[in-house]
């Protein structure tokens, strides 16, 4: 891979007359020089910062949006000061292997004495620090990092890891303060946005797109829209979507335009849809009721058509009540679901009460070259209770892109945060735990990885080796790949066998959920007879594999004894705790269970041991 293309070098300032004194000017031009060298290098520094930058966005797309982590390994060239890339990698999806891992692999004996670019400071979701490991097994003597981790329990924790190794660790604005870094140090804010503003504000990102004509109209006076934008500019909305949790649309949209809102251009990540209506008015057959192209949330008013609703429900159409509809609270749902990105498709009202409610971070405004006019023509944003030009809304870090004959302009309404992050809190639910008080409960939550106890979620990056029906020992990339699996397990199908290799192939343990959940709605025929009725054993098998065979993992969980463990996704009622705490929680029972398994296990050691003193 070649190496980015080395900077101009300034030249030197002359140094001043000094006609008598000759031994300041030998000071001067040996110190020219040396000024010169930290320039370059800094320079350097920031070109493979900006790098990595580039190599963690790489997954955009093909998976649910994470934290995203690009590792880029450079050491220098043999007789002169350029360095080249000997290895590069990252983050694939939440639950697959480390950035850090995957570079070290590639530049082998390479990486010795090399110095790693990171975009952000690793954070460990395997509970036994891989990230810093690999980098101090691999030989590196330095690492430059662009931001330390917006997360409170991970933040400065690989920083101060890797320095207690001997490793030099320069951080961008503290270490290295050079004006060379600005651009990369915005590559770095850029790439994880998502993440920043959720850290900061407690709730996703959210990008407001739409396409207007060359006079600010969304649609003729007729409501017709299909098409404002032209065809490279539609797929560039695919890739946004593409690049985000959910889409959010009104009902206005889906009664007048019946959308699909799949990102059709990959064949990966498909966002939820998420329907805003306060009275449930909505069409009885609609494109986003077809839940086996993408998952469909219809969010509504507390006792909306409660008939319609059921009917929702019959067609997998999951249906959220609020008791009072609103960007604010919808936002706040979203968050608690773990999303990173949200992208609103929506009109004018809703577009205008999304801005209102500042949940708005980012705009994308494609602009086409068409003129349609109309008084009632309707426009991108209603009304925002402005009426003097200096109350309008000034976008910041405005770029301007051609696509085609359309303009993208696209700007931030809120400036990535410079923060202190935030961490939730979860609701307490309850517990049937015997190892807890029922009179002083701790909570601990986790669901995605990168919680502070994420390495508990069944989508941890642990292999697990478990028997097949014939005893032989297969190696399943994590629990949730092994759980979705079984669900096709012992059918006398070929179907369902081929099923079973495509889940345990899947990249990442999302993905596996994805195949498992889509082949269970295509194919209901193929599935185990007895899986309601074993998933729970499915499961439990599965997690006591994953805590037997990694030791640091059975100390995390004992760690946490006298603790009500809740796996915290608001929307599985059954693995989870629910919105409100309704869900049943069992995966979180199963970690408790395995809990008290352990500790009578220890117990019964330890006394065995007294008795034989």
């Known amino acids: 891979m070649p190496p980015p293309p080395r900077p101009p070098v300034a030249a030197p300032a002359p140094a001043a007359p000094c006609p008598i004194r ?148 320069d951080v961008v604005g503290e270490d290295l303060q050079s004006k060379l870094f600005k651009e990369a140090l915005t590559s770095c804010l850029i790439v994880n946005a998502p993440l920043l503003y959720r850290a900061a504000f407690c709730v996703p990102f959210s990008v407001l797109k739409y396409a207007m004509t060359a006079d600010g109209k969304i649609a003729a006076s007729s409501g017709h829209a299909s098409w404002v934008s032209g065809r490279a500019s539609r797929g560039r909305v695919f890739e946004l979507r593409g690049r985000s949790d959910a889409v959010i649309v009104g009902g206005n949209t889906v009664r007048r335009d019946d959308p699909r809102l799949t990102a059709r251009h990959v064949k990966g990540h498909v966002p939820v849809r998420i329907v805003m209506s306060q009275t449930c008015n909505l069409p009885e057959e609609a494109n986003l009721w077809n839940v086996h192209e993408a998952y469909t949330i219809v969010a509504t008013q507390r006792g909306a058509r409660r008939d319609f609703q059921k009917k929702l429900a019959m067609k997998g159409v999951e249906v959220v009540e609020f008791d009072m509809l609103n960007p604010r609270d919808v936002m706040s749902y979203c968050y608690d679901r773990g999303y990173l990105s949200v992208l609103w498709e929506c009109g004018g009202t809703l577009s205008a009460a999304a801005i209102s409610a500042r949940v708005i971070h980012k705009v994308y405004a494609f602009c086409a070259p068409k003129i349609i006019g109309g008084v009632t023509a309707p426009t991108p944003v209603g009304d925002l209770g402005m009426n003097q030009m200096t109350q309008a809304i000034d976008l910041i870090d405005v770029s301007y892109e051609q696509i085609d004959r359309d303009m993208l302009m696209s700007g931030f309404i809120q400036p990535i945060p410079d923060l202190s992050p935030v961490i939730p809190s979860a609701d307490e639910i309850p517990s049937d735990d015997p190892e807890v008080s029922p009179y002083e409960t701790n909570i601990i939550s986790f669901y995605k990885t990168w919680d502070t106890f994420g390495a508990f979620s069944n989508f941890s990056p642990h292999p697990i080796d478990m028997p097949d029906e014939k005893g032989d020992c297969l190696t399943w990339p994590t629990v949730e790949h092994y759980y979705q699996a079984h669900k096709f397990v012992g059918v006398d199908n070929p179907q369902a066998s081929d099923i079973v290799q495509e889940i345990k192939q899947a990249m990442s343990p999302e993905e596996a959920a994805r195949i498992g959940r889509t082949r269970q709605r295509e194919f209901p025929e193929l599935i185990r007879p007895d899986w309601e009725s074993m998933k729970i054993d499915v499961m439990y098998r599965a997690l006591k594999c994953k805590f037997s065979t990694y030791a640091h993992l059975t100390e995390m969980l004992l760690s946490t004894a006298g603790s009500v463990l809740v796996e915290a996704s608001p929307h599985d009622l059954f693995w989870g705790g629910g919105r409100e705490g309704e869900g049943l929680n069992y995966l979180g029972r199963l970690l408790m269970q395995l809990r008290s398994e352990i500790l009578g296990t220890v117990r019964t050691s330890v006394e065995a041991q007294g008795q034989e003193a």
């Open 22 to 169: 000759v031994a300041p000017i030998r000071r001067r031009l040996h110190a020219v020089p040396r000024a010169v060298s930290v320039a370059a290098s800094h320079a350097h520094d920031a070109a493979f910062l900006r790098r990595a930058a580039d190599v963690a966005d790489r997954s955009a797309g093909l998976t649910c949006p994470h934290p995203n982590f690009g590792c880029v390994i450079a050491r220098p060239e043999p007789g002169g000061p350029e360095a080249r890339v000997v290895g590069e990698g990252f983050l694939y999806a939440q639950g697959t292997r480390c950035a850090e891992l995957l570079a070290a692999e590639e530049a082998g004996e390479r990486a010795r004495g090399a110095t790693a670019y990171l975009n952000l400071e690793p954070g460990d979701c395997y509970g036994d620090s891989t990230a810093v490991s690999s980098l101090v097994q691999a030989g590196i003597t330095r690492v430059v990092v662009g931001l330390r981790h917006p997360l409170k329990h991970l933040r400065g924790k690989a920083i101060q890891s890797l320095r207690s190794e001997g490793i030099q660790v």
